[in-house]
T-cell receptor
């Protein structure tokens, strides 16, 4: 158990609906990351926060995607107007400054868009 | 079950034998590398890391080798066990604080 908690574990939604995922990082970690993983592929970076500031966003993160970390603790990732191509595992990870980049991952939220 | 379209390289190894998993990375500016293990339905789990100023690092039953000249990383698992069956990813970090992952290798341990 890495200590990174993600909810829900699974989400099935219809195309066009909005979904929101939550991530609770390891409590002493100030950095939080979102990745997306499709079957047979490595995780792809989406965005990361240091405390409450969103410092980097991937070009993969279209304007339908938004992430927040309002108090520098938990984070939410929202996808608006979901498309079938959004179906993937959404992984959250956290790390602390000075960890060289070692990320600790949660178990992910598996999204299926029908 | 697996998708018909899944094309992960697969390494089949006999229980008790040593495993070697290879990874080619792309960014010569990368200064930190990690190997992760991912079991079905779980997130990636840290195995071992290495900084670019090192060539080799050993952990418990695992060794990572880094060859910066040819941008190659390998993970050696000694005395492979059934619990080592998983998908293994290498990841690299260049400027900034994000990791970039490779495509993964599936390890199947035969009893």
């Amino acid at each position: 158990d890495t200590g990174v908690s993600q909810n829900p574990r699974h989400k099935i939604t219809k195309r066009g609906q909005n979904v929101t995922f939550r991530c609770d990082p390891i409590s002493e970690h100030n950095r939080l990351y979102w990745y997306r993983q499709t079957l047979g592929q490595g995780p792809e970076f989406l965005t990361y926060f240091q405390n409450e500031a969103q410092l980097e966003k991937s070009r993969l993160l279209s304007d339908r995607f938004s992430a927040e970390r309002p108090k520098g603790s938990f984070s939410t990732l929202e996808i608006q107007r979901t498309e079938q191509g959004d179906s993937a595992m959404y992984l959250c990870a956290s790390s602390s400054t000075g960890e060289n980049g070692k990320l600790f991952f949660g178990s992910g939220t598996q999204l299926s868009v029908l | 079950g697996e998708s018909v379209g899944l094309h992960l390289p697969t390494l089949s190894v006999q229980e008790g034998d040593n495993s070697i998993i290879n990874c080619a990375y792309s960014n010569s500016a990368s200064d930190y590398f990690i190997w992760y293990k991912q079991e079905s339905g779980k997130g990636p789990q840290f195995i071992i890391d290495i900084r670019s100023n090192m060539d080799k690092r050993q952990g418990q039953r695992v060794t990572v080798l880094l060859n910066k000249t040819v941008k190659h990383l390998s993970l050696q698992i000694a005395a492979t066990q059934p619990g080592d069956s998983a998908v293994y990813f290498c990841a690299e970090k260049a400027a900034g604080n994000k990791l970039t992952f490779g495509g993964g290798t599936r390890v199947l341990v035969k009893p």
